[in-house]
C-alpha cells in the first residue's frame, strides 16, 4: 500500500481493522488508487431530483448498469446509490468496484422549508449488497437537522462496528439559512466540522462561495484575516476545518454545467487540498465515451494536485 | 419456465432464490403466465372507501369469497387484499392462486391533506396465509412520504430475507402536489422511480395524464423533446423510469368506468410496454360472468401487445 | 356442538384450533349456548366514564364480583372488563364464565376531539386469567385511528397465535366525522367493515341511525336503493358489511334507557340478523333480578329471531 | 384444485393457510399433479454415502445441475437435497420445481451403532431457498431418537408458523433393533405411527418386509390377523398405521436394483394405496433419459392405482 | 473482473453480493488474482501445535506482523489465522491482503481420538477485523463430528448473511477411521462433498493417497474404474467430488518436507485440476526470502496449469 494511504489510514487509528480495510478498498481503487485522492461516481438524483430531470438527457441512465459501467470504466473509486439502484447490478458486477449505499434520500414531490431525508436502506443491507462504506446525508440548518444527527449517530455506530466505512454528505439547508448560505464558505467549514464531529470518515461538501452568512462568522474571518477569496482559499479552509485535514472532505461537482467552468472548479478543489471530487450529473449525463474523458481529466488534475 | 420469465427474473439477481420462486409464482399463474405480464385482482376498497361503495353495486362482493372465486376463475396472476380478506379465504383457496398481503390500508373516515396508511399486517402474517408477496401502499407527495418510505424498507427488509416478493402501490398524494398532479406525467414517472429505488419488485401506479407538475421537471419534457401525447408514450416513459424497463411496472385500472374507456385505456398501456393491469372495481363491481370476460379481454390484449 | 356453531366456526378457517375452540366456548355457554347468538355483559364503565357515573345508580357495581355474578347469573355467553375488574374475580370464578380482557381503556378526565385508548393489558394477561378472547377498541374517525389500527394488528396477531379470539369494539369517533356521523348507517357499516379487514373474529358496534355522513356513500345508497328505513334495514347492511355476514357482529345496548325503547332496538336488531347484543349499563345498572329478567329477555329475542 | 387434492388438504385442518398452500404446491406439481400421489427426487446419498457411491456410476450426478434437471424433466413432485446441493442451483432453477431442504444429514465415516443425523439446514435456508418443505430424518431404535425428536418438534413447529410443510424420513436403526427389524412390518408401521405423532405432514419409509420385529406385536398380529403377506397387504397396514391414512405415506426405493425387481416393487406400493415414491439412486445412478422413462413409469403406476 | 472469475462466481448464484464480492477479492487479490488459482498462507500451527514446533526453525514466525509480511510480500490470495494472530496486526495491514478469520480451533495438550474444536471467534470478530470470509475446521470421522457439522451451519448461515465466504478445512480425523484413512482417496473425496453440501464455498483437503479406507467405497472404485493411481487422478476425482468442480477446492501442503517433494505434490494438484493450495509450515519455517520463492513457484505452478 502506498505511503499515502498509509498516511490517511492513520488519522483513523480509533477504527477496527474492518473499517480501516474499507477505507483502503475506497482509497486503494481505480484510477487514483493508492494517491489518496477520490473521484466518486454518484447516483441518487433518480430520487432526489426525479428520473425525467436526472436521465432524459443521456437516456441510458435509467439503466441502473450504466452507472456501474460508467464508474468501473472510468476506475472511479467508488459508486454510491440508493438501495434500488444497488440491488439492481449488486450482483451482476460483485467486486468490479466499491460501493457506498446511500442510507437515506428525498424525493422532491413534497417541499417544505425544512427538509428531512427518509431513511431507505439499513446497515444489513449494505452489508449483503458487499458495500465498503454507507452514505448518509445531513441537513445542517434544518429544523430537523438533530433528527438526522441522531439517525446518523446510531447508523454510523452500527457501521463502524461492522467493518463499514462512514461517508457523510453535509449540506447546509433549511429555515436557518439562506439560499445563498447554502455555499457559503463559514457555512460550508461549518458543515464539513458538523460531519466530522459526527464521526464521518469522508465528508462530501459543496464547493464553497466567498459569501459569510453568520454575522458571528464574519468578524472572525475579518479579524484573523482568513483568506476567502479564491475558491482554493475557501477549499484549504474547509479542509482544515475537517480536524486540519485530517478527514478526507471531497466536493460534489454540483448542478451540470459546461466543461470548463467544472474544470476551472476542480482545479481550485484541487489547488486548494480537497481530497478529491463525487461527479454525478455532470459525468452520467454526459455519452459515455465524453463522460469517461472528463472523469479521466478530473483525476488527473486531482493526482498531480 | 419461459425464456420471458427467466429474463424478467434475470433483473433481480441481488434478490435471494426464495423471492426470485415468489416472483416466478406470480408470473408464471393464470391465463397470462409465462408472458411476463400480469393481470393482479385487488381488493381493498372496501377497507379504503367503505363497503357500500365498493360492493353494492355488486352485493355478492361483500362475501370474501367473491374475490377468490373471481381472481380464480379469470386465471389473474394472484388476489392481493388486507388482512381480514385473506385470512377470510385462504385456508379454503389455499394453492389456487398466489396471494398478496397489503400490508398497510387507509380508511377515508379521517381525511386531511396529507394522507398515510396504518400497517394493518405483517410479514409473518404473509408467510402463516401462504403469500407470494407482500403490498404496501406509499404516498409521494404527503408530508408523512418519509414514514411510509421507512416502513417500506424495513417490512421489505425483513419480506426478502424470508423469500418473499415486494409489491407498492405508489400512489402521489397530499400537499405537496395539486389533484391534478397525482396522475401528471412526470408525477407518475418520478413515483415509479421511488418505488424502484425503495427496493420494490412489482411496482403499481396509475395511468398517466399529459398533465406537468413540476416546473423543474417541464423544462427538460421540453428540452427533451420527452413524448408525452399519449398515454402509449406516457407509459413508455413511466416504464423506462423505473429503471429502464427493468423492474415490473404495472398500472391501475382507477375507478370504475365504462367498458370502452377502460379497454381503450387498457390498450395504451399495453402499447407503451406495461407490464399489465391491476383491475379492482372495474372487474368486481361487474357480474362474475360480465367480469371475467373483462379480464379475459385485458389479458388478451396484454398478451398480444 | 349445534350445527350452527359448526357453521360460524367454518368461517375462520385460517385460524388455528385454539383460536376456535376459544370461539366455541364463547358461543357455547349460557343461555344462548349453540343458538350462534351472543349476549355478552361488558363493564368498562368504571373506566370510561368514572365510578359515580357507572355505579351510583345500583352500588352493588362498585364491586367486581357483582359482574361476574350477573353474567354467571344471567346465562350471558361472556364477560368482558378491563385488568383490575377481572384480576379481582377471575380466581374466584374461574370456569365459571368466558372472559374477554379489555385491552385498551380510555378515561374522560382528559377530553380531546381525537381520542386514541391506551393500552391497559396483554395477551399474556389475557391468558393468566383464563380468557377466551381479547378486546380493542378502535375510533375510525380520529386523527389517531392508525396507532389504534396497527395496536390491534400486533396484539391480535398474538392473541391469535395463543389460540385466543379477537373481539374488537368499532366506534367512530374523532374530528373526521360529526357527532351524528357517529352512528350513521353508512359509517357504521363502514366500521364494520375496517374492523373485519383488521382481523377481527367478532365485532361490536352500535345499532345504526338512518343518518348518512358522507357524501360519497349517499349518492351510492340512493343509486342502489340500499334500505336504511328501519332499523332492521340498517343491522341487516351492517352485517353484510361485516364480510356477507361472515363475522359475528353484536350490537351495543348504547346508553341507559328505558326498558321499552331498548327492548324495541332489541327485535330491530334480531330482525336484521344482528349475532346479538352487548349490554353494559342497561343491565348492571339495574338490580339483579331486574337485569338478570332484561338480559333473559333479550337473550329469548334474539334466539327466536 | 382436484377434488382429491382438496380431500387431502382437509386432513391437515390445524394447519395455516401457508403449510396448505405448501403442501398444494407439492401435490399439484409434475406429471403427478392433482392426482394425490407424489413422486419425489431426493439426493442425499453425496452426504449420506460419499460421492463415488453415489455419482461414480452416472458421474453426471457430480453437478448438482443435474438433479434439478432430472427432477424437472421427469415432472417430479419435488426435489429434496442438503443444503449445498439446493443453495448451488435453487437461483438458476427458481420457480421450476419444488424444492425440500433436509434439514439434517448424516455421514458414514463415522459409524456406531446408534445413528443420529447432524443439523446443516434451518428454516430460515429453506425460506430463502424458497422451499415448500423441510425434510428430517429420525432413527427409532437409536439410543439417540429423543434427540432427535425434540430437534424436528422444534423445527416442526418453526416451519408450521412460516407456511412450510414437514416431510419426515422415518428409518428405524440402530441398537434397538435388528438389521432385518429395520424393514420388519411392524417397525415400519410403528415408524410411520411416529412420524405422524411428531406431527410430519408427509412421512417417507421402506417398504416393509413380511418380518415382524417385536414379540409383543407378533402376537397381535397373529391374534388380529393382520394380512402381511404381500407387499400391499404391508403397504395398507402401513398406510393405515399413519392416521388411517390421513397423512401422506410415500416409499423409498432403497439401493439401486435391477428396473423389474423396482417395478415389482413400486406395484406392490401402489396396490396398497401408498402415496407415492422417493427414488434416488434408482433413478439418479441412471442415464438421464432412461431414469426419466423409468420415473414416468413408477408415475403411471401410482397415477393408475 | 476476468472471464474466469466470473465464471467462478456463477457458481454461487445463491448467495447475496456481498459474498460475491467477498469471493472476488479473494480470487482477485495478489499474483494469482484473476487466474481463478488461489495460493493461501495459513498460521494456526502455533495453536495446533504449540509455539516451538511451529516457529522455532524460523523464529521470526514468534511475531505474528511476520506472517501479514510474507504473505503479503509473496502475493498471496489471502492469509488465515485464529483471532489472536489477526488482531495483531489486521490494523496494521488493513488493505493489504484478505483476511480469513479461522473460527474454530484445537490445541494439542489434550489428545483424545475423537477431535472437536474449540470455537474461538466469531463472525462480529471477522467483520470488524475486516475479513473476507470465514475459515472452520470439521473433523469427519469423529465421534463429534456433528458437533462441529451444527457449529458451521449456523456461523455459515450468519456469514453468508454479513456478506462474507466462507471457507471450510475438511480433515478426516477419529475413530471412526484409520490413521491412513486420513489422506485416504475415497475418504478425502467424501470430506470435500460433505463440506459442499454444508455450504463450503472454498474447501480445504489434504492431498489424497491412493489407499481405500472404506470397503463399500473400494468396489464402487474397482467396478467404475475410477483412476486413482497418480496424484493427478486423485486430485481429479477429489474436484469432481465437491459438486463436479462447481465449488473452489484448495490443497494444503501437508508437513514440512524438502522443496522437491512438495514442488512434485504441487505438480500433481494443479495437473489434476485443483484449485491452489494452503500452504503453512512449508513457507513460514524457511527464511522470508526463501519462502516467497517457493511461493512464486508453487503460484508459477497453478496459474501455468
Known sequence: MSKRVKEILSWYS???????????????????????KMVILPVDQGFEHGPAR??????????????FELAIGAGCNAYAAPLGFLEAGAAEFAGDIPL????????????????CSAITGSVDDALRLGCAAIGFTIYPGS???????????????????AGLAVVVWSY??????????????????????????????????????????????RKVYESEGIPVATLADRVRHVVQSAFAGRRIVIFSGGPAQGHDGLISEIRGIAEGGGFGSIVGRNSFQRPKGEAIDLLHEIMDIHRNA
Chains 1, 2, 3, 4, 5 share one sequence.
Request: one cysteine or more; a negative charge; charged letters at 25%.
Open 14 to 36: 480509533s477504527d477496527c481493522p474492518g473499517t480501516l480495510s474499507s477505507l483502503a478498498r475506497l482509497l486503494n481503487h481505480g484510477r487514483l488508487g493508492g494517491s489518496g
Open 172 to 217: 447546509p439547508r433549511g429555515s436557518g439559512i439562506s439560499k445563498d448560505g447554502e455555499t457559503a464558505v463559514d457555512v460550508v467549514a461549518y458543515a464539513a466540522q458538523i460531519a466530522a464531529q459526527l464521526g464521518a470518515h469522508v465528508i462530501k461538501v459543496k464547493p464553497p462561495t466567498d459569501h459569510i452568512e453568520q454575522d458571528a462568522a
Open 54 to 67: 436526472s436521465f432524459a438527457k443521456n437516456p441510458v441512465g435509467y439503466d441502473p448498469r450504466s452507472h
Open 143 to 161: 429544523s430537523q437537522r438533530n433528527e438526522m444527527y441522531e439517525q446518523i449517530r446510531e447508523l454510523g455506530e452500527e457501521a463502524k462496528r
Open 100 to 115: 457506498i449505499l446511500k442510507l437515506n434520500n428525498s424525493d422532491s414531490l413534497y417541499g417544505g422549508s425544512d427538509p
